[in-house]
């Protein structure tokens, strides 16, 4: 069965990116959301091996829906996604639980390699 993922990014161009590359390989995108609290609210819903998520964004930042996430299964699989320059951020996203990051503009090998490690 393939690995469901959520994909969660302001930036629809961004999604699109990200579900193109996990889809050619093999992963299935389960659902997208566009803010950290879409992203909480299709978590509860659909329970994804993995979430791939954005650090900046409105309503609510990813490091806020990443912990909010983790409250709801501490063993959630989440992957930060970053702009250059925000390592200070990556820092706060793995103390709080993340498993990897990956940098856009996004590398497909580079993604694939996050991935694949933190389902493992």
Do not use: H, W, Y
């Not at 250059?84 to 580079?110: E, L, N, T, Y």
């Amino acid at each position: 069965m393939a690995n469901r993922i959520l994909v969660v990014d302001d930036a629809a161009f961004m999604r699109m990116m990200i579900k193109d590359i996990l889809t050619k390989n093999g992963f299935e995108v389960v659902a997208e959301a566009a803010d950290g609290q879409q992203a909480v609210e299709r978590f509860k819903e659909l329970q994804p091996d993995l979430v791939t998520m954005d650090i900046t964004m409105p309503e609510m930042d990813g490091i806020t829906s990443l912990k909010e996430i983790k409250k709801i299964n501490p063993n959630a699989k989440v992957i930060m996604c970053s702009a250059m320059g925000q390592q200070a951020m990556v820092i706060d996203a793995i103390q709080a639980g993340a498993k990897d990051f990956i940098v856009k503009p996004f590398q497909a090998d580079r993604v694939i390699e996050a991935i694949s490690k933190a389902l493992s």
